[in-house]
């Protein structure tokens, strides 16, 4: 079965950190772009990062910039998304997905992959 499966949610307060984590199983990672996206109650969902197979070339949304760090190891078939300084505005589900290629991943195209999601809770 061909899933990828993320961990690391819960209830932070504002200013607290964060680390997902995001495991494919049926599949190895390192023939994608791996990235993550959001979805807040009411607001449309937002593309969050993305990584280059070799992990070197990434991206990040103006939200996120300075504050989330993606990563990945594809010897374990994870990737990461290590979120500092969290505001309440990043409470969402967060979705790892993985992509055909890194252009598609930026604009928010199609997954090849999804995930179920995590929930993020960012609330004093």
Do not use: H
Request: hydrophobic share 30%; aromatic share 10%.
């Amino acid at each position: 079965q061909l899933q990828l499966v993320e961990s690391g949610g819960g209830l932070v307060q504002p200013g607290g950190s964060l680390r997902l984590s995001c495991v494919a199983s049926g599949f190895t990672l390192n023939a994608y772009i791996m990235g993550w996206r959001r979805q807040a109650p009411g607001k449309e969902g937002e593309g969050v990062s993305c990584v280059s197979v070799g992990g070197s070339n990434t991206n990040y949304a103006d939200s996120v910039k300075g504050r989330f760090t993606i990563s990945r190891d594809n010897a374990r078939n994870t990737v990461y998304l290590q979120m500092n300084s969290l505001k309440s505005e990043d409470t969402a589900i967060y979705y790892c997905a993985a992509f055909m290629n890194f252009g598609r991943c930026v604009s928010g195209g199609s997954p090849a992959y999804w995930g179920q999601g995590t929930q993020v809770t960012v609330s004093s």
